[in-house]
Structure formats: structure tokens, C-alpha cells
């Protein structure tokens, strides 16, 4: 019996240890299964395209990285050499400027580009030579600059070479000059009396070439007599609306942006027009004798013994003759006006009886068109529509005895 269970115990024990080892050979199997199937992946076809392909990448950087390092390294050396080329180019132009060989120092410092470390140094000396060549040309400029002869100071400067021309002293020199002759030049339009506008309108189309420097005395000389224009305008829409309507649309065809002008315009179109004397207007045309005012001698109505300093007279003549004797005067109203009106009268002669030996007849005439006439009315107010009117003629016809006249012409202007 016991040896039975001795004889069992010992099949146990051999069973286990077949157990143990066979779940060792299980492991070892599993394990070795797992190994084959990673070489097997790691030798696959995919698996070696991916490593070819992050290969090249790899590479493809590290080239990478080395151009640009190595460029980066060239440029620096080609830079390095440049500098050390355009230095010895330096000395070459300080050793001329030491001969005094001022041309030839300038062609050396223009040929330095501006990629050279010392260039602003470069920059200076060039000036420094040019203004020691230049000083000749200069001095030649400044004396025809002195005495105003603009055109000769800009041609002494045309002899230098076209390289030197280009320089900033020849430059400057050149538009000191123009500006100068841009001031003259309106100085004399002033002492001429050229209306303000024309003084404008020369300084608008002077050539500035597109110099700021120019521009800006332009506009500054424009301000001024922009200003003059303002005040002389605002003055005119009280008392010569017409001139100051004519003036208006000549300035806005030549600053049609311009802000002050825009709001001139603006209070011309709230304003009303006034009366204007018809003797203002410009291009008088007068035959015979008649007489013009100048608003300070006065001449009185027999009718009702009031002195008049504006008008337009027939004088009296060859006393005791009757033979009618017509006399006209002309005024150009450009169909700018819509009224003409005054007074008729008779000149009283002192203490002297008039004798209206001839009815006195006053005619006016839109070219051959009459548009009113009166007869021996003294001191008689007439009104007459001038609206298409382009050229009024006033024609005086009466005895040589009589002197007679329109008192106070004055014209209505258009809105």
C-alpha cells in the first residue's frame, strides 16, 4: 500500500516536471514565432521602400543644410573681397584727389557701388572733389546768376561732362537758378500790372520738371497771389459782378480742385448782382465830340438842377447853327447783362436861356437794330432789356446849340 502511494507520488512528480518543460518548449516555440514574423516584416518589400525613401530625405537634407552653410560661407568671402577691391578703389581716388586730379578722383568714387561698407564715406568725399572741380563752373553760373541772366548761367553748367551734370551740386545749383528766374519772371508780371489771375496762370504752367524743390516755390508764390485774387474777387462780386463772374470761371478751368476756390464759387453763386457803371466796361469806341466822364468834374440838369459826375456828353457847338449832327459811342457787353438804365437830360448853361431850336434824339442800337430811342425829355429815367445784346451803340443826334446827356448809365449784370 505504501508503496502504492510512493510509486504514485513519483508519477506526479514526473508528470509535472514533463508539464513545466513542455510549457518551457510552448514559450520558447511562441517567442521564436514572434522573432521570425519581425525579420520576416523587417525584410519585407515596404518595409525596404520606406527606408530607401527616408534615406533620400535624410540626405537630401543634410545637402541641404551644407548649401546653404557653404553659400552663406561664399557670400561672406565674395563680399570680403569686394570690400577689400572697392577699399584699394578708395585709395586709388584719394591718391588722385592728393595729385589734384579732381576728374579723374570723381570717375574713380562714382564707379563705387553702394553695396560697399564705407559707403556713406565714399559719399561725402564725392562731394567734397566735385565741389573743389565744379567751383570753376559754379562761379561762372553765379555771375550770370547775379546779374538775371538765367538762360547763361544754365548753358555755363551744360559744358560739363553728362556724368557731372547728374551730380547733387550741379542739381541744386540748376533749380536754384530756375526758381530764381521763376520769381523775376512774376516780379515783372506784378510791375506790368498783370491781372492776378494771369500771374496764376504763369506760375500753373511754368515747367518744374518734376523738381519738389520748384514745385514747392510754386506753390508757394500760387498761395500768395491766390490769395490776392480771393480778396480782389470778393470785392469785384460787390462791385463789378460781371468782371468778378468772368474772373471766377476763368480760375476754376485752373484750379478746378482747389478748396478756397471752390468756396469763392460757392458764395458768387448765393450772391445777387449789383449795378456797374456802363463806363467801366473796357473797349470805348467814340466818334465825334462826345465827352466821357471822369467821375470828378460835374455837370448839372436844366430840368431840375441836379449835378451829375457820371456820364456821356454831347457838348454844345457852333453856336446858332441847327444842322442835325450825329455822334456815337460803342460798349462791348458780350450779352453779359440784362438792364440798362439812367437819365436823360439837357446841360443847364448858367444863366443862358435854352432855346430848343432842334429836338435832341437819343438812339441805342443792338448792331443795326434799334432798341430804344427818346426825343426832347429832359431828365426823363429809361430802362432798356439788353439781354442778347453783344455790342451797344448809343447815338446822340440834335442841335450843335444844345448840350445834353445820359446821366448815370448803369447795367444790370446776368446771374
Same mark, same amino acid.
Given at each position: 500500500m505504501d508503496e502504492q502511494i510512493a510509486k504514485n507520488k513519483k508519477e506526479l512528480k514526473q508528470r509535472a516536471q514533463e508539464m513545466k518543460i513542455e510549457e518551457k518548449q510552448k514559450k520558447l516555440e511562441e517567442k521564436f514565432a514572434i522573432k521570425e514574423e519581425k525579420e520576416k516584416r523587417k525584410n519585407s518589400f515596404g518595409r525596404k521602400v520606406r527606408n530607401f525613401f527616408l534615406t533620400i530625405i535624410f540626405v537630401i537634407i543634410l545637402l541641404g543644410v551644407g548649401f546653404y552653410f557653404?553659400?552663406?560661407y561664399l557670400t561672406e568671402k565674395e563680399t570680403e573681397l569686394k570690400n577689400k577691391k572697392m577699399s584699394q578703389t578708395y585709395q586709388s581716388a584719394i591718391t588722385a584727389i592728393e595729385n589734384k586730379?579732381?576728374?579723374?578722383?570723381?570717375?574713380?568714387?562714382?564707379?563705387?557701388?553702394k553695396d560697399y561698407s564705407k559707403y556713406s564715406e565714399v559719399k561725402d568725399k564725392l562731394k567734397e572733389v566735385e565741389q573743389l572741380y565744379l567751383n570753376e563752373y559754379l562761379s561762372?553760373?553765379?555771375?550770370?546768376?547775379?546779374?538775371? !541772366?538765367?538762360? /547763361?548761367?544754365?548753358?555755363?553748367?551744360? +559744358? #560739363?561732362?553728362?556724368?557731372?551734370?547728374?551730380?547733387?551740386l550741379i542739381k541744386d545749383k540748376q533749380t536754384e537758378i530756375k526758381i530764381a528766374?521763376?520769381?523775376?519772371?512774376v516780379s515783372k508780371l506784378e510791375i506790368k500790372k498783370e491781372s492776378n489771375i494771369n500771374i496764376i496762370k504763369y506760375i500753373i504752367e511754368y515747367n518744374s520738371e518734376k523738381n519738389n524743390k520748384i514745385e514747392k516755390a510754386k506753390e508757394e508764390l500760387l498761395a500768395k497771389y491766390k490769395s490776392a485774387f480771393l480778396l480782389e474777387t470778393r470785392t469785384l462780386i460787390t462791385n463789378d459782378y460781371? !468782371?468778378?463772374? /468772368?474772373?471766377?470761371?476763368?480760375?476754376? +478751368? #485752373?484750379?478746378p480742385k482747389d478748396d478756397d476756390i471752390n468756396k469763392l464759387v460757392e458764395e458768387f453763386n448765393k450772391a445777387e448782382p449789383g449795378s456797374i457803371n456802363l463806363l467801366s466796361l473796357e473797349n470805348k469806341n467814340k466818334k465825334g465830340t462826345l465827352s466821357i466822364s471822369n467821375q470828378t468834374e460835374t455837370i448839372t440838369s436844366a430840368g431840375t438842377n441836379t449835378s451829375y459826375n457820371k456820364y456821356i456828353l454831347k457838348r454844345a457847338s457852333a453856336e446858332g447853327s441847327t444842322t442835325k449832327v450825329p455822334y456815337t459811342i460803342e460798349f462791348d457787353l458780350n450779352k453779359e447783362y440784362t438792364e440798362l438804365k439812367g437819365i436823360i437830360c439837357i446841360q443847364e448853361k448858367g444863366t443862358t436861356k435854352i432855346e430848343n431850336t432842334y429836338t435832341p434824339k437819343i438812339t441805342f442800337y443792338n448792331g443795326n437794330k434799334i432798341l430804344y430811342y427818346t426825343e426832347n425829355v429832359s431828365d426823363s429815367n429809361f430802362s432798356i432789356n439788353v439781354k442778347d445784346v453783344d455790342k451797344l451803340?448809343?447815338?446822340f443826334e440834335g442841335s450843335t446849340t444844345e448840350s445834353y446827356f445820359i446821366a448815370n448809365p448803369e447795367l444790370t449784370p446776368t446771374k
Open positions: 557653404g553659400k552663406q586730379d579732381y576728374k579723374k578722383a570723381i570717375e574713380i568714387l562714382q564707379s563705387i557701388t561762372e553760373a553765379n555771375e550770370y546768376l547775379k546779374d538775371k !541772366k538765367y538762360e /547763361q548761367a544754365l548753358k555755363s553748367l551744360d +559744358k #560739363l561732362d553728362k556724368e557731372l551734370q547728374n551730380s547733387d528766374k521763376l520769381n523775376d519772371e460781371t !468782371k468778378a463772374k /468772368q474772373n471766377i470761371e476763368k480760375i476754376k +478751368k #485752373l484750379l451803340t448809343i447815338e
